[in-house]
């Protein structure tokens, strides 16, 4: 069985840019994850997905946004790229139900220079 | 606000040796308590888990131990290998939210 997939695997933009990432998760899930792991540091909670609706979002600004498809698959979009938006995007899936397990993929590195 | 606590940031144990991390969350509604392993340039992979109705859970060189009157969980790494050797990030969540609040980490190095 595939795992959580993400696309692309780096990605580099320039301040002001915007960015776009994509995540699949796994076949039958309909939740989808976005955390943000800055280099050294933790993982940090960015936004929950589940049949389509946004559910939850951490403390990150409004310039920070996305969406689920119809297929379960996702997109973040990042506006008005900072330097400090450089970081690991992580993608993670679920059943949705309360069994909470949270599967992650393997990331997308976003550089801003 | 929500807060996981994770000691130590780094340990390096002896092949053969134990490794315990410890971690304390703040919020006492959090009734699910994952732990991931994350190693060089991979994204985190669940290794084991443990819910607010359970104390105790085992598998095989790797269990956990959760105090819900203290608000710690621990796990523990039996007869260390040098394939052990990742960033260990616990985490705790709560029903309905499903919010993840991770620990900062434990950077562990197993010595052949």
């Known amino acids: 069985e595939a795992g959580v997939t993400q696309s692309p695997t780096h990605l580099i933009k320039t301040r002001g840019q915007q960015a776009t990432l994509r995540c699949s998760p796994i076949?039958?899930?309909?939740?989808v994850y976005w955390y943000q792991q800055a280099l050294g540091l933790g993982l940090q909670f960015l936004l929950w997905y589940d049949e389509g609706e946004e559910r939850n979002r951490g403390n990150f600004p409004p310039r920070f946004s996305g969406r689920q498809f119809p297929n379960y698959s996702s997109e973040l979009n990042v506006n008005a790229l900072e330097l400090e938006d450089s970081a690991l995007y992580l993608c993670?899936?679920?059943?949705?139900?309360?069994?909470?397990?949270?599967?992650f993929g393997p990331g997308t590195r976003l550089t801003v220079t | 606000g929500e807060n996981v606590e994770q000691h130590p940031s780094t340990l390096s144990v002896q092949e053969g040796d134990s490794a315990v991390i410890k971690c304390t969350y703040s919020d006492s509604a959090s009734n699910y308590f994952p732990w991931y392993k994350q190693e060089l340039g991979k994204g985190p992979q669940l290794i084991i888990d443990?819910?607010?109705?359970?104390g105790e859970k085992k598998d095989q060189r790797i269990a956990v131990t959760l105090n819900k009157t203290a608000k710690h969980f621990s796990l523990h790494i039996t007869e260390t290998q040098p394939e052990d050797s990742a960033v260990y990030f616990c985490?705790?969540?709560?029903?309905?939210?499903?919010?993840?609040?991770f620990g900062t980490g434990t950077r562990l190095k197993v010595l052949a």
């Open positions: 443990i819910r607010s109705n359970v």
């Open positions: 985490a705790a969540s709560t029903s309905g939210t499903y919010k993840y609040i």
């Open positions: 076949s039958g899930h309909t939740s």
């Open positions: 993670a899936s679920s059943l949705g139900d309360s069994s909470h397990e949270q599967y």
